[in-house]
């Protein structure tokens, strides 16, 4: 919906089936007395900055908001959780997001695709949260050669046996809805090593 792309509404603190969606306040906002935004209330976060938002992870007490131009982060600004009343929203990086199909979430911490690399966020050496390449030193030659359609299109899975990411891509741009679906690649990253290396899905025989 048009102006709406970087807007989250947020319900009140549910306790029975009718308070789902009540994304407003108790109070009358316009009454003398008792007017104030609680802290259970529901309402909207406007991010001005960001562009169409792509994709919600929560980690660590915060929630992460995946835009088309960069990350954000929601935290309470207490460090005590969100609250309707008290919550700060901080920029975490200019990595945009193209697409939700490609996120996966490695044990709580979400990596994804977009048009220049394939990113991850991890934890700092003073536990705060930032935005890692994985590509950029690896495979960006060959990163690069997969049109941009077709990173949007990118299917992720993680494997919590093996310890591996496995992305489905294709090497050639969809042109129908059913292109879309088809892929020739899979690219896998092995957490435990840090490796990326690429497979190709033979023709059915």
Known sequence: YPNFGNKLYFSRIVENVS????????????????FSLGP??????????????????????????FASN???????????GFAASDYTVSKLSA????????FVD?????AW????????????????LTVDTLTDLTIKSYYDTVPSLAKKQARGYYNLVTKK????????????????????????????????YPWTIGEPS
């Open 19 to 34: 308070h789902f969606g009540q994304c407003y306040q108790d109070n009358d906002p316009t009454a003398e007395d008792l």
């Open 40 to 65: 259970s209330d529901g309402g909207v976060i406007n991010i001005p900055e960001a562009g169409l938002i792509i994709k919600l992870h929560s980690m660590q007490g915060a929630l992460l908001v």
């Open 70 to 80: 960069g990350v954000w982060s929601i935290t309470g600004s207490l460090a005590v």
């Open 95 to 102: 990595v945009a997001s193209v697409s939700a199909t490609s």
């Open 106 to 110: 490695i044990l709580g911490f979400p």
């Open 113 to 128: 695709w977009n048009d220049e690399g394939i990113y991850i966020i991890r934890t700092d050496q003073s536990g705060g």
């Open 165 to 196: 990411v496995q992305w489905l891509f294709s090497t050639t741009d969809p042109t129908s809805t059913t292109d879309a679906y088809e892929f020739d690649r899979i690219l896998t990253f092995d957490v435990r090593t840090g490796g990326l």
